[in-house]
């Protein structure tokens, strides 16, 4: 099945910026939408933002909207989250999954419906 594997986190000062890669091990990438997630302690797996197969289509948390910009590559099997003007509140675990198309014309970013997942990454935002 198809096998995620985030990148990029780490530790940056807030209003730093930090860049994100889902990479996926398996040719058909290209078939599914991908989304990025995040759990801080404590609290709920939450939606960020998510990409439709193709790249065409998108939809953001509104917590990052003008902050985040999602996109991918599938000549590389890798979806990008670019994460401007990071805030302390953006400290989280961050990860991919993989689901239908269909999952990014909901109006929430939901875990429901996703079926593959990464390991994650961790983003630390602090002065």
């Known amino acids: 099945q198809l096998h995620l594997v985030e990148s990029g986190g780490g530790l940056v000062q807030p209003g730093g910026s930090l860049r994100l890669s889902c990479a996926a091990s398996?040719?058909?990438?290209?078939?599914?939408?991908i989304g990025w997630f995040r759990q801080a302690p404590g609290k709920e797996r939450e939606g960020v933002s998510c990409i439709s197969s193709g790249g065409f289509s998108t939809n953001y948390a509104d917590s990052v909207k003008g902050r985040f910009t999602i996109d991918r590559d599938n000549t590389k099997n890798t979806v990008y989250l670019q994460m401007n003007s990071l805030k302390p509140e953006d400290t989280a675990v961050y990860y991919c999954?993989?689901?239908?198309?269909?999952?990014?014309?909901?109006?929430?970013?939901?875990?429901?419906?996703?079926?593959?997942w990464g390991q994650g990454t961790q983003v630390t935002v602090s002065s």
């Open positions: 398996e040719f058909t990438f290209d078939y599914y939408a």
């Open positions: 999954a993989a689901a239908t198309d269909r999952v990014v014309y909901m109006k929430n970013i939901s875990t429901s419906f996703y079926e593959h």
